[in-house]
């Protein structure tokens, strides 16, 4: 069946609500479930390339509002342009963005950027609802995003476009999911949702529309009206992504990369930020976290040793970049792999085990039983939580 919106997508495996499959767009084929690393406005061309490429990253993000605004000499469009010529690039619009700004993004303005650097999936303009604001605020935002959707879709004439929906509960969601399935003419073959973030960030407004396991909730219903669609998750990568994929997510991005490196912060599988250095207030390593760490094999830990991780040189930052970039981009293999075998209950239980995203795993589980992905509660569950 051809769509509109030039997306196709088919699943191979299933674990429960975890899936592999694959995400055929206008250009390429992209393996999920996946994660897209945010280019960033601050690092220069030379360090975002070099992470990205030694690691064999298969995906990364850019968005339209930065690079239309705060990409004056077009260093970023270049990077863009070299990266993608081995590497799928999603173009968000940066919808987001511009809720904090003066400046306001249009339809065509997106667009026109989208189609000139010929993004593998090109985001829509989006409204972010707001969980402070009322009902019908966020209605009206909902309603503007689905007519931008109907505005693209006239224009465009070749990209694969992903539609965008929010909603706070089984209502606004209803709403959005059947308005874009009229707007298509049939179910959307992929979607993306927004406005999860600021509720796992328990930003303020956040517990009104139900929290943490709104979220969860949410992704489980989305998961259950469209069995068959490519569910991309913006903006909810790192370790939430383990959560997320259980409850049936195919796709979610990681941005905070590079700030992370040049604030010191190491990562590990499972394992939340860590610091190399001693100071204040920040969880350093632990001597059972650097023996993982020797045994890592990442471009930078089979050539260094931990002390060149430490300082502030850009050198150290550059290592701790792509030491973090392989962790995330080698763990979807693992990911793949496991959902492949069958496996990957056990191994978000044991990645989980010692994280904050524990008890809301826990909470997950609990409603994926009685939803009938499993036939019991994970037997191990109490060793571990
Ligand atoms: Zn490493």
Redesign the pocket.
Known sequence: MSSRIQLYFTKYKQDGFARTGSLKTWRREISTPTIWFGLSVIERYDFQHTVLSVNNAECFLANAYDLLFQDKNGERRRLIRDLATKMCFKCDSGGFQTTKRETKLTVKHVYSLQRELECDIAVQLDFPLNPQASRESNRTKIDRTLKNLEEVLAINDKLSILPVIHGYDKKMLDYALRKVGDILGHDPPAVGVGSLVPLLMTSKGSGRVGGKRRVIDTLIYIRQKLPETFLHVFGAGGTMAYLITFCGADSFDYVGWVQKAGYGVIQLPGVSDRFISKRKKRKTLSEEEKKK?LE???P???QYSLSAFQDRSSHARLLRA??NV??YQTEIWRIRESIKEGTFREFVFERLKNSVWAPLLRYADTQLVRLGAYPSRYKKIDAYI
């Open positions: 760490l890592c094999a990442c930078a830990c089979r792509i030491h392989y962790v």
